[in-house]
């Protein structure tokens, strides 16, 4: 009977490790999607700007790819957030947290994603009330392109280059 339950403890341990590998490695994939078409989206604004191109379902479709695809690698870190063991370090440490580059990155910096996420949807939803194609395309530009600098900014670069 106990071995039996080692058996079942460590069959749940190896799949929780693997689905915890599963969304890490998902959410690090993701992350090159997100910045392909963040930077895309940038580029495609500013070239909208100042070419004052009209405002067209092309450009609404690539921001929109933009915000989905940001939605979904906030979605991800969020989860990810929760069951990383690194999040206990919160308890064993505390503020000590902060001593340590990595955990302070990954614990600390590196969730300020979401802000970089919420000024990509008031940007998105500011652009939608322009009256003007190139007041859209300047909500986008300033909005997603501050988001894509906050995004650049709190990438755990070290972290995320080792892993491929």
Not at 110 to 129: D, E, M, N, Q, R
């Amino acid at each position: 009977m106990i071995k039996n339950s080692k058996l079942k403890t460590q069959n749940l341990k190896l799949k929780t490790d693997m689905l915890y590998q599963l969304l890490k490695t998902t959410h690090s994939l993701t992350a090159y999607i997100v910045l392909v078409v963040l930077c895309f989206a940038v580029i495609n604004a500013a070239l909208g700007v100042w070419q004052k191109r009209k405002y067209e379902k092309k450009d609404l479709r690539i921001n929109l790819f933009a915000l989905i695809f940001t939605h979904l690698q906030v979605t991800l870190g969020l989860i990810l957030y929760f069951v990383t063991p690194l999040f206990q370090s919160w308890s064993a440490m505390g503020a000590g947290v902060m001593k340590d580059a990595y955990l302070r990155k990954m614990l600390v910096e590196h969730p300020f994603g979401i802000v970089a996420v919420t000024l990509i949807t008031i940007g998105w939803s500011l652009h939608k009330k322009q009256k003007t194609d190139t007041g859209a395309f300047k909500r986008i530009l300033i909005f997603y392109g501050i988001g894509l600098l906050l995004i650049l900014g709190v990438l755990p670069w070290k972290t995320w280059m080792a892993a491929f």
